[in-house]
């Protein structure tokens, strides 16, 4: 499991430090974007997944893991950058209580498969939030999908690839700002899918990305 380093004994964040835990980061983070969850052609399963959602802003696999019932929650990883997350005491804090993976982007790269060590962190019980643009598009369009989710199921072709559509959160946490503005925003999880016997890494990830973009219209 990734190890989050110890707050400071600064004592605004150790008086946050004493309030806020995953619950009630989830309800912060519920109230401050206004997200609703729905599911079509899905229910909530404790059953090992990826979520793969469109990327928008820096709060997006907070938002998704914060929509999760709460059991599904305990056992659900997001994936997140730690040139973010890891800037600061505060949001390592919040970063630790979401159960974040924290990915070096840059070094990961040069040292280790991503894939390798997403699929290691989670073993044979937990989840996972990924984005498979591998950067925060403008909101409007969802770009051509990387490779990664295509060999996290491939490697463990039992896991359910469940498409997760964000709705306004670019407009929640635009580009360079540190505040979110309030707003309504929609999360909308869509039916499993697998990686079938044979099928190309191109023809997948062209229908992964395809099951994303019909829930925007849902």
């Known amino acids: 499991?990734?190890?989050?380093?110890?707050?400071?004994s600064d004592p605004p964040v150790d008086r946050v430090k004493t309030l806020m835990t995953g619950p009630l980061i989830a309800l912060?983070?519920?109230?401050?974007t206004g997200a609703s969850a729905r599911w079509v052609d899905c229910q909530p399963d404790t059953c090992q997944r990826v979520y793969f959602a469109n990327h928008t802003s820096h709060l997006d696999s907070l938002v998704i893991w914060s929509a999760l019932p709460g059991p599904i929650r305990s056992l659900t990883r997001p994936v997140a950058a730690k040139d973010y997350w890891g800037k600061t005491m505060l949001r390592r804090y919040v970063a630790g209580h979401?159960?974040?993976?924290?990915?070096?982007?840059?070094?990961?790269k040069v040292h280790q498969s991503p894939v390798d060590?997403?699929?290691?962190?989670?073993?044979?019980?937990?989840s996972l939030i990924v984005f498979p643009?591998?950067?925060?598009?403008?909101g409007r369009q969802i770009g051509a999908f990387k490779s990664g989710l295509y060999y996290l199921c491939k490697k463990r072709p039992d896991l359910e690839a469940v498409p997760v559509h964000l709705d306004n959160m670019n407009r929640i946490l635009p580009r360079g700002e540190f505040l979110p503005v309030p707003l309504l925003s929609c999360i909308t999880f869509g039916s499993p899918m697998w990686l079938e016997s044979g099928e190309q890494k191109t023809d997948f990830l062209d229908r992964a990305r395809e099951n994303l973009l019909r829930l925007k219209d849902i």
């Not at 979401?98 to 070096?104: G, R, S, T």
């Open 133 to 138: 643009e591998g950067h925060r598009s403008s």
């Open 1 to 8: 499991m990734a190890h989050f380093p110890e707050i400071g």
């Open 28 to 32: 912060i983070a519920k109230l401050l």
């Open 117 to 126: 060590l997403l699929l290691r962190e989670i073993g044979s019980v937990n």
């Open 98 to 108: 979401f159960n974040a993976l924290l990915i070096d982007r840059k070094d990961i």
